[in-house]
């Protein structure tokens, strides 16, 4: 991964596994959202696993396409785990919620197989 790349992701199945750092642009949501789409018109709901690693946020671009993005796709997803390192991350979690119907849980990355194991329990 190089130093602009902001976004990497892992697909399995249904669940998306993407790790994000810096401060995501624009352009870092123009290459996550048509995977995203896809998978959502494959298996109608997804899960996604989150882990943050020195991440700062997100550009005013960014949260823009991320609150459109939360709305667009309220319904589709069923699980959102978060993997993080700051309080803040944790209480991201807690922001979350409201604009989603998903079972949204925080872990620390101690906790990262935990978190796994959450995201793919039945």
Same mark, same amino acid.
């Given at each position: ?18 790790? !994000?750092?810096?401060? !995501? ?34 550009d005013a ?18 699980? !959102? ?21 998903? +079972? ?6 101690? +906790? ?11």
């Open positions: 991964m190089n130093s602009t790349t902001h976004v990497a992701e892992q697909v399995h199945g249904k669940m998306l596994e993407v790790d !994000l750092h810096g401060k !995501l642009s624009r352009a870092d949501y123009e290459r996550f959202v048509p995977e995203t789409e896809e998978l959502i018109r494959k298996y109608g709901k997804i899960r996604i696993l989150i882990t943050m690693h020195d991440f700062h946020g997100w671009g960014a949260l823009w396409e991320d609150t459109k993005w939360n709305a667009k796709h309220f319904n589709h997803i069923e699980r !959102l785990a978060v993997v993080g390192e700051k309080t803040w991350h944790r209480l991201m979690t807690g922001f979350c919620r409201p604009f989603t119907a998903a +079972q949204v849980r925080y872990f620390t990355h101690e +906790q990262l197989d935990a978190a796994r194991g959450w995201i793919n329990e039945i």
